[in-house]
């Protein structure tokens, strides 16, 4: 079965350094790849995603992140975190449901604080 | 301006209740999700819809219930056979296939 393991439940960072969020899938075929980002009471925001090509892709709000097949990952990656990235992160697969259909399977997510 | 409206933010309810959960878009998307959240689980699939008339269950679809009479409009009640009902529910949408999900501002839940 198709799944996404976000290994870190919580990370904290200091304002300015960098961040990396882990990412681990399984999907048997070429995956298509996501990640969320959301605030405390919010819905959820498409931050960036990959579906072939560039392996390093950009999302919004200076994030990027790559996908290695060799290691089933897709890191997500900021330079220099700001106070106001202080949420909660999803990486999601997407995977195939019954028949042609295909579902979004999140990972449990990774909670970051941003400490100034 | 165009996206997902679920009402209402926040419902209360009494056990044994049935409860429906509201999820409107206006994106004319084909396909849309129901989700459930609660602290530390992630995101968890509960039903899924990808055409009018059409819905499958998801990972978690045991005392929930769905309607897709319409294309804009993708209800969830929450059964009594529910045992855990109280959970922050997201509802979303996207075109077919492989697309990014639209998010609603989701309903947290509360059933003493």
């Known amino acids: 079965a198709q799944s996404v393991t976000q290994p870190d439940i919580h990370i904290t960072v200091s304002e300015g350094a960098s961040l990396e969020l882990r990412c681990n899938y399984s999907?048997?075929?070429?995956?298509?790849l996501f990640w969320y980002v959301q605030s405390p009471g919010q819905g959820l925001q498409l931050l960036l995603k990959?579906?072939?090509?560039?392996?390093l892709v950009q999302g919004i709000k200076g994030f990027e992140a790559e996908f290695k097949r060799s290691q089933s990952s897709f890191n997500l990656r900021k330079p220099s975190v700001h106070w106001s990235d202080a949420a909660e992160y999803f990486c999601?697969?997407?995977?195939?449901?019954?028949?042609?259909?295909?579902?979004?399977?999140f990972g449990k997510g990774t909670l970051l604080t941003v400490n100034p | 301006d165009g996206g997902i409206t679920q009402s209402p933010k926040y419902l209360f309810r009494k056990e044994g209740q049935n409860v429906t959960l509201s999820c409107e878009q206006n994106?004319?998307?084909?396909?849309m999700y129901w989700y459930r959240q609660d602290p530390g689980q992630g995101l968890r699939l509960i039903y899924y819809?990808?055409?009018?008339?059409?819905?499958q269950k998801g990972d978690i679809a045991e005392g929930y219930s769905v309607s897709r009479e319409k294309k804009e409009s993708f209800p969830l009640t929450v059964t009594s056979a529910q045992k855990n009902p109280t959970a922050f529910y997201l509802c979303?949408?996207?075109?077919?296939?492989?697309?990014?999900?639209?998010f609603g501002n989701g309903t947290r839940l509360t059933v003493t």
């Open positions: 979303a949408s996207s075109t077919l296939r492989d697309s990014p999900l639209h």
């Open positions: 999907y048997g075929a070429t995956p298509y």
């Open positions: 990959y579906f072939s090509g560039d392996t």
């Open positions: 999601a697969v997407y995977s195939m449901g019954g028949g042609s259909n295909y579902k979004l399977t």
């Open positions: 994106l004319n998307h084909d396909a």
């Open positions: 819809s990808q055409i009018v008339n059409d819905f």
